[in-house]
């Protein structure tokens, strides 16, 4: 299953047993913290995924400057003719993670840098860059207006 959207309402699928025993009855409820649900008894067991609790990967290429949406968690920059700038989102929700790449390895010649909205942070610094041939930049919202570099 995939699910591309968080709004897209609870999936739910259920696995039956063939032939419940009433020696090994499966009564249970285990919550997982990264939004999987499985619960049961002895006819049935529950695997639900919340999608308001799971991080879902979405990648983009991109040739040049770009406002990075909430959603964008893997860019690859790819093709660029000279510097671009990845400008993080504005409103960012806390641990929100995105990745940046430099997909075509000429990152020494035409730089690629991350820039951090008015009034926010990367680290101590209000942007960074990419600097090796096909390096690449992971950064984390912590809060109070602070991305880290991981």
Known sequence: MSINDRNRARKTYS???TAPSPTN????TINVSDGLIISGDANAITIAIDPEH???LTGTIKTGS???LSTDRIIVLSGTS??????LPANPVAWEKHTFKDGD???????????????MRIDSSIGTEITTSYGTRHVVFVG???WNLV
């Not at 009855?25 to 249970?28: F, H, Y």
């Not at 000279?82 to 400008?87: D, E, I, K, N, Q």
């Not at 020494?108 to 008015?118: E, L, P, Q, W």
Request: aromatic share 10%; hydrophobic share 45%; proline share 3%.
């Open 54 to 56: 799971v991080m879902f």
């Open 66 to 68: 770009y406002s990075v």
């Open 82 to 87: 000279g510097a671009v700038t990845m400008s």
């Open 25 to 28: 009855p499966l009564s249970t």
């Open 105 to 119: 390895g000429k990152s020494t010649t035409n730089r690629i840098i991350i820039s951090a909205s008015a009034g």
């Open 15 to 17: 696995f039956f047993r």
């Open 144 to 146: 109070n207006n602070l």
